[in-house]
Structure formats: structure tokens, C-alpha cells
């Protein structure tokens, strides 16, 4: 419109754009604290001009779009790092609940069996002395105990990982059922060609949340939609539909995840979900089966030696500990001493009571390669300085990862996080262009007062 | 390029990281010790259960020792008063043998001689702790009894067994000597020539050559008696080598996983210093902004 009306529509134009701006200003004031959200931008083009003849005329300001500024690039770093870090802190936790058990040199499974060995030491000069064989099975007593210890404690911990696992696929359930939703509300919204910001940044924030769990790749497929799958391909969400993950029980006895029916347990690669996985399915039964390898050849070594001396009543020695499960698996658990009567320790070689030559063969298992080509303390020994060195190292790989999101949560602050200052200046400026546009509409206001009494001298009013 | 405009959670992982030190600190002079978790040093944890098991086992030895030098001294004394009683029943041989005696006179000394080999068979029986010292490995009875129908008068009902006992890693030591080779050794028998002895005074017989064997008897019964002598050698030279290692493995042990209280105290204070110096930064973290100079 061209005229006094035409200025003062533009001036009204730039009135709406800066309330509009200011609005935008003050949204972004208001969630300066507010997690995951995205400062917006107005974004004002000028009016498209109206055309008459030869004549292009223009319409002012009109506010284009309100744009979040955030890094897709940075979001999907962000998403990975979460997935590692997720992933080495649950298993962090885990190993330093398991290394609790082989703290100590001096208690624990390795100074029992040095305690064991010893007491066969103080038997030898006094070989018919009944309180020293009964220290040797109160020794070898505590032995088993403590392997029967140590392995129910790694039972325990695994079937508690057994109920992670089913709340974790749980929640990576809800998490992505409410990812499909909230894209169904941005598709809705984009199709109505209105501002998606808040709900984007729910949609990430949740994306982010659900990399805490589960190893997720995002694909978009443009206009907004999204698929979300692991990394192995395994879909969760695509479009605006959600595939629910589900736990089974499998041949093993532990939980498996399932897409469907086919089984995803091992192709977890990150987020807490694989972590609390690997712990359960390799850490543990690892640490078990050493346990077992030990606790069965200390006791098959020892009752063979056993058998080759005679025990205070001239009798031929028997078993001193239980016979281990065949194949050694839950030997650990299982070990217990097989005799309570301390005259059944076969110390003698020749059948006489007094004689102390059958504690040598005893005493020899100690150098024995009793597992794994290796004696009792040395295989011991490097079972503590494995299960420290795996912690360690995952403590220091978590470490390295939290650096890592905190320099990415750094720079997603410089791209995405509200400046007070920033805000306060724009606030100023759209403040000032609201005022000014204000004078401009009381200017074409008096004008249009001039030009309404033009011809008139006064007399009519 | 922006800033980050909340840096709030960087200096809070700062201030975490600073308090975290302070307290791995104060738990390492607390504990005195370096590595309370394996974690802390994966290497020295292995090693100090090895540790443990060198300082376990050298205790052992020592206290081994301690209780087999109890028996040799036991047997060694013994032995000592054997050696006595046989030189006082040869002093009384020689006496027999010179022709100027009343049957009077070598009865009573026939009856002393008697009591020589009581004497000598209670000491033959000595035990410490409850076992006989000269019974083989038969330790549980008397390896010697009074049989009167046997020419050396007793009759050995202990073995020729030998025990050993480790008194380092694989060092082994013999510890008893059977009575069969102290008191009745085929040819060279003490019981045997005193009671050839005694009857030959009793019966006035060829007593000068009973004195004879029994003297050899008694010098063979003395080289054998150096067996303890050695073994109380060999025990105290091995204690004090083991003494020398304890000392040696407690050292270890500390370098393994002992603080220098001087070393952790400072890098308490610092990291306490530090944490400070994180606090005061953070609460001087200007919380102004623009706001507050628009009117």
C-alpha cells in the first residue's frame, strides 16, 4: 500500500517484529538454566515488496523463522562419547565391586593358602601333635571357605547384572517410545510450518539419554524424521514408530536381549546396557573359571599327595578335600575340607605315627604347577594384578571419555547456551527498534491529522 | 569465537577432581599404605601377595627352627650325661680288671655298674614334648626296655626312620639320630659292651676286654653325638640368615605399597590447597551480567 497507510503498516510490521523478537529474547532468558535447550534466533527478512507496474514498494520487516542454533555434528560426537562413557562407567563400577575381594595381601584367598601351607610347615618337627594338625585343617578350613566366598560373591554380582540388564532394555524402551512421540509432535508441527526448537531439543535430549544405555545411531531422512538404530542395525525407532526391545532367558541360565527373536545380547557395542553385559557374560565367568582352575588343582594335588602317606592310625591317607566337579567348573564354590578328624592327615611315609616324611610331598604341592602352569601364589598373584590392572585401565579410559564430553559439552555451550549478556544487548536493540518504529506510527499518527484537515482554516473543527 | 556462557560445570568437575585427591591422601596416611586396591598399582598388588607369602614362610622357618633346636638341646644333653655315666662305668671296668679284687669288692661294683645301665637306659628313653627323642620315627613308646634274656640286656623296639624339616626353601635337615645307631649299632653297640662288662665282673671273666670294647663303644657313641652339635650349628647359622631376610622382605614389603608419611603429608596439603583455591575461584565467579546495568 503506498501512502501515509503504506508507512504506517510497515511501522506496525516492525512493532509485531520486535514484540516477536523480544519474546524470543525473554524465551531464551527464561531457559538459560534449562538442560539441552537450544538458544533461538529470530530471524527477520525484510517483507517481500509488492510489485505495481514498474513499481516495487516495500512492506517492512516480517520475522522469518525462530531458528535453534545447535551442531549436528557436535550432537552426534556428543551422542558417541555418551555411549563410551556410559559404557566404561558401568563396567568401572562393577570391577571395583569385584577387586574388593582381592584387596588384601594378607586375608583373602592368597594369604589362606600361604597360611595352609604353612601350618604343614609347623606340623613337620612334631608330626603326632594333635593341636597342630588341627591348625592344619582349620587352615585348609578357611581356604575353602574363602573360595566358596569369593565365588558366590561373583554369583551374586552376575545375577544382579541379571536384573540391569531387564531393567535397562526397560528403560531404552520408554526412552524410545517417547522419541517416536515427540516426532510424531515435530512432524506435525513442521507440517504446519511452525517453529519445532523445544521439541527438537526434547528429541535430543532423550537421543542423548537413550546413548547413556544402548549403542544408537541416528539417521535422518529428512523433513525432520529420524532412524534410530544400534549399531549393528538393530531398529529401534523409524519415523514416528518405536521397536521395543525385549529380555529372554537363554540356554545359559542369564538374560538375553532380544530385537524380535533374534538374539542382540552380543552385538552391544556401547551405552551402560553393553558395559553391564561385558561384565556379566566375559569379567565374571572369566574370574570364575580362575577361581575354579585354582580351588581344583590345590585340592586334586593335595588329595594325591594325601594318598601317598599314612595317617596317625597307619592307615593309607584319603581325599583331605573334596573331589573337585569333573571339567573344574564350580570346583570354587564347591571346595570344602573332607575330613574333620585331625589323625586322618596322612603326615607319615612309613605307617609309624612319628614319622613326618609324607608332609614333604604335602608341602611340594606348593611348588607345584598346580593351574595353569603355574603354583598356588604365583597363579593367585597374577589374578589380583589382572583384575587391578583391568579396573585400572577402565578407570582410566572412563577418565580420559568424561574429558572428552566435557570438552564437547563445552563447545555445545559456545554454539547452544544462552548468554546473558548476549541476550541483554539484543533485548536493548529490539527494545530500541520497537521505539523507534513506535515514533514513526505517533509521526505518520499527527501527519495523518494534517492531511485529514487539509482545507480546512480552522473554523471547522 | 563464543565462549561457552556457562562454565559452571567445568570448575564443579575441577573442584571434584581437587577434592578427590585430597581424600586418595588422607586414605593413604590413614592406611599407611599406597595400595589398598589392586587398582592402585596393579603390578605391586601381585608382588605383595608374594611378599606375604616369603614373610609368612620365613616366620615359619624360624619358629621351626626355634622348636628343633629345643629337640637337639634336649638330645645333645642327654647324650651328654650317656657320655658321663660310660666314662664312670669304664673308670669302674678298670678297677674290676686289676686282679687284687674281693668278690666283695666286684659285686659292688657290679651293682654300680647295674645302675650305670638303668641310668643309661632312661636316658636312652628321653623324650621332649611328649616323644622319644631315639625311637626312629616310633616316637609314641620307649624305644628301649630291659630284656634279660638278650645279651645287651634291652631289646629296640624304635626304627631307623629319620625325619626331616625345612629350614629354608628347599632346605632340608635331618633332625633325630635312631637309637639303633646311637646305642645299638651293629659292632659298636654301648649297650652291648656294658652288659658284656658286668657280666664279665659278675663272673670274673676276661674284664679287661670288655673294658676295651666298651671304650670303642663309647668313642663311636661320641662322633655320633656330634650330629646335634652340628645341627645346633647349622640351626643358628640358618636363623640368622633368616633374621637377616626378614628384615629383608619387610623392606619390600614397604617399598611395595608402604607411604613416606613426609611425601603423602605435603601432597595432602596441596591438594587441599588446591581445593581451596577452587572453592574461592568458583564463588568469585562473577555471577553479573548486562541485566544488571540496564535501568
Known sequence: MSGLYGTLSIALSALATSQQALETTSNNVANANTPGYSR???????????????????????????????????????????????????????????????????????????????????????????????????????????????ANNLEVQRSNLDQTVVEDVGEINTLTAQIANVSQQIGVLQNQD?????????????????????????????????????????????????????????????EHVMSGTQDITDSLTGGSLAGTIQIRDQEIPGMLSQLDQLAAGLSNALNAANQEGYDLNGNAGGNLFSVPPAGGTGAAAAMQVAITDP???????????????????????????VANGETPIDFYASLVSQVGSTTSNTSAEADASSQILQQLNDQRGSVSGVSLDEEAANMVQYQTAYQASARVVSTIDALLLDAVNIGLDGTEQ | MRVNPYPMPDLLAALNQAELEAQQDMMEISTGRSVNEPSDNPVAAGLLVENNDEATFNAGYLQNLTTINGQFSAADSALSSVETALQRAITLGVQGATGTLSDSDRTAIAEELQGIQSQI??????????NYLFAGTATGAPPYVVNSSDPSGVTYNGNNGVNQ??????????????????????????????????????????????????????????????????????????????????????????????????????????AQADTQATLAAISEFSQMNLFDYLH
Request: hydrophobic share 40%; aromatic share 4%.
Open chain 1, 343 to 369: 589323625s586322618l592327615i596322612a603326615a607319615s611315609s612309613d605307617g609309624t605315627p612319628g614319622s613326618n616324611g609324607n608332609l614333604a610331598n604335602l608341602s611340594a604341592v606348593a611348588n607345584q604347577n
Open chain 1, 40 to 150: 533461538e534466533v529470530p530471524v527477520l527478512e525484510p517483507g517481500a515488496p509488492l510489485l505495481f507496474g514498474s513499481l516495487s514498494l516495500p512492506t517492512g520487516v516480517v520475522l522469518d523463522k525462530i531458528e535453534s542454533l545447535r551442531d549436528p555434528i557436535l550432537e552426534i560426537q556428543l551422542n558417541q562419547e555418551t555411549q563410551q562413557n556410559s559404557y566404561q562407567n558401568a563396567q568401572l563400577a562393577q570391577l571395583q565391586q569385584i577387586q574388593t575381594g582381592f584387596s588384601s595381601a594378607t586375608s583373602g584367598i592368597g594369604a589362606d593358602i600361604t597360611n595352609f601351607f604353612n601350618s604343614l610347615q609347623q606340623l613337620s618337627p612334631d608330626p603326632t601333635n594333635l593341636a597342630l594338625r588341627q591348625a592344619v585343617l582349620t587352615a585348609a578350613g578357611n581356604m575353602a571357605t574363602d573360595f566358596n566366598t569369593a
Open chain 1, 194 to 254: 511452525e517453529s519445532t526448537g523445544p521439541l527438537v531439543d526434547q528429541q535430543t535430549s532423550l537421543i542423548r539419554q537413550l546413548s547413556g544405555l544402548i549403542d544408537v545411531q541416528v539417521i535422518s531422512t529428512g523433513q525432520g524424521g529420524i532412524e534410530l538404530t544400534t549399531s549393528n542395525g538393530t531398529p529401534l525407532v523409524s519415523g514416528i514408530q518405536s521397536f521395543a526391545l525385549s529380555t529372554e532367558v537363554g540356554s545359559d541360565g542369564t
Open chain 2, 165 to 270: 624339616v625345612s629350614i629354608g626353601n628347599g632346605y632340608q635337615i635331618e633332625i633325630n639320630q635312631p637309637g639303633s645307631q646311637l646305642f645299638s649299632a651293629s659292632g659298636n653297640s654301648v649297650f652291648l659292651a656294658l652288659n658284656s662288662l658286668i657280666q664279665a665282673v659278675q663272673s670274673d671273666g676276661d674284664i679287661a676286654d670288655a673294658v676295651s670294647n666298651l671304650s670303642s663303644a663309647s668313642s663311636y657313641l661320641a662322633a655320633q653325638r656330634v650330629f646335634y652339635g652340628n645341627a645346633m650349628d647349622q640351626v643358628q647359622a640358618q636363623t640368622t640368615y633368616l633374621n637377616a631376610a626378614k628384615t629383608q622382605i619387610a623392606q619390600q614389603q614397604n617399598s611395595l605399597a608402604g607411604v613416606d608419611l613426609a611425601t603423602a603429608a605435603t601432597n595432602l596439603s596441596s
Open chain 2, 121 to 130: 637306659i632312661s636316658l636312652a628313653n628321653t623324650s621332649y614334648q611328649g
